[in-house]
């Protein structure tokens, strides 16, 4: 009873502040751009109206692989409305109040996950949208299938929901964990911007380094997808986990860093 | 109508690594009444409250809401209201919004935000970010989150800080007439002052002790007045008061001197012939009185055991002292009617009273922070007519010894 209660005031939360919004709108342009100069760029050469400079690609499951952008690069704003769920609590003490109200604190980390969930898969679908709108327009122009009835293409879509749903639990995690916004969305930006694509770029190069590589969060999720242009490009898929397994470790990021959290910062003292 | 209950803190103790923010603090606060916490800055007050609603863990002891921890409370809001600080709100969310993310927390139904908004004056902001909202208006909305779930205990802290006197005035006569419906009102303050119209009893903690727990009433002694007496010709009277060896102190105001009646005085300045341009009596002030309370130079029976004996008097540690929970009267020596000055009337120190308008700094205090090697330092006494006097330090040292206080000049 107790938790319904804290999800409905973790929901109104989540959704009376402007940020949700402000991040979805980023994430729909960023998508859509990204999706869009995919489109254009393999679209033009598979269709022969771009001259490429490698091999031709097949334009068989090409939409597929332009739509993935939306996790592909899209994942790291379910992750940062995670973390600004927990961050904004200590940052603007609101966490006094929320105690207050719900002096189970266990009980209000469970609330933001389910809430964490709900907004997860509202980005997922903003997300896949703006890609496959983006993405379906301009390989349509090209005379490329979009593959919009494809069964393969749902299941992608379907998968990045997942996907979404389960980056902003790890961002909520995360934000648990490190209390302090600013060091927490600069951490979550370096990570997935820096850290993560150079270390995945060099497991990629180096053999035996992509066994361990491919337990990384970001790896995990594009396994959990199936396809996207980064294992496209880089490490061939050989060293990829099976989709599940890809969710089952992107929830288990999740869930010990929320573990973490709730053993440490969140049984602190609140001042 | 929601039921006050008993607040009951016992031995509640937090310590913060060496320093002791709070030490086994024992006091009680009844429904029906405004109570006041008062103390200086960082004696402990905040972390007092923050204790007894489970928002910081006690090192040792226990805080109680009718016999039950904050944790345990079948419905928290309902039970307590809280307003902690004027800044626990997102900027960016509205004031109703705010209010509706704890309404639902707590299962109430979302009309009640329009209530308490209207309640608390905020209701033509309701839609407004709170990020535009001053001071004040934040206390306001602060209140108005404590008072969501109708609750039967209140605890405020610092309420009033930030509003304007209307506002200070309408807070108060909120508080009273929530006490008057039988909820406990427990508010902070470091400022007797502020609270002194509001509050039927007054709890006053000092590096983290308490100090007093009692009414009002029993803050002042009835035997404590004193005499202010000015003169055109100062020096004249000042050589009167020195040769018949009557301490005074010289604030802007004129004389004070304690324990004397005017007709006495007055009696006394027409004997050698000095004309006189003020002769009045005052009463002792309560702020007089908090100030040495906190400071260490007063101690109070109603602290219990819990007052740390000052290093010069072990003798006068009231350990014999039953009860910290009910205000008793002091079993120090009863007072006399004797004019002459002698002993403030709840004094546990054997030494000639120091002034009770004068508060020394250099009181030896058990917290570390007064631990500085003594020098003469400046202190300052709040007179009656609310004008601060800043006194500087006694020329002679070794004067200081022995009579603290007294300054003369």
Redesign the interface.
Known sequence: MSLVAVTRSEYTKQFSTAGWWVLAIVLVVYVAFTAGVLALVFGGVASGRLTGSGPTPQTDGLAGLVYSSASGVGYVFPLLVGTLMVTTEFRHKTLTPTFLATPRRGAVLAGKFVVGIVVGLLYGILGSAAAVAAGAGVLSIFGVDPELGSSDTWTLIGRMLLAFALWAVVGIGVGTVVRNQVAAIVIVLAVTLFIEPIVRTLGGLVSGFSDVVKWFPSAASDALVGKTIFGAMSSGGGGALEWWVGGLVLLAYAVVFLVIGLFTTWRRDID | MPEGQVLELTGLTKRFGAVSAVDSLDARVEPGLVTGFLGPNGAGK??SL?ML?????PTSGTATIGGKR??D?AS??QT?G?A??A????????AA??L???A????LPTSRVDEVLGLVGLADVAGRRVGGFSLGMRQRLGLA?ALLGDPGVLVLDEPTNGLDPEGIRWMRSLLRHLAEEGRTVLISSHLLAEVQQTVDALLIISHGRLVFQGGVEDLADPDEYATVVDAPDRAALSALLDERGIPYQLLRNGFTIRHLEPVEVGALAAGADIALSNLQSKGASLEDIFLELVSGVRVHASAGGTTVPTPEVPAAAPTGVPDAESPAPAPAPVPTADPVPAAAPVESLPEPAPSTAMVPVVTPAPAPRAAQPEEPRSSYSVASTGVIDVVPPAPAPDQAATDTTEVQR
């Open positions: 905040t972390t923050r609603l489970g928002l910081v863990r904050y944790a409370l928290p809001l307590v809280a902690l600080e800044s626990s709100f997102h900027p960016g969310r509205s919004n705010h509706k993310v704890y639902r927390a707590a299962k989150t």
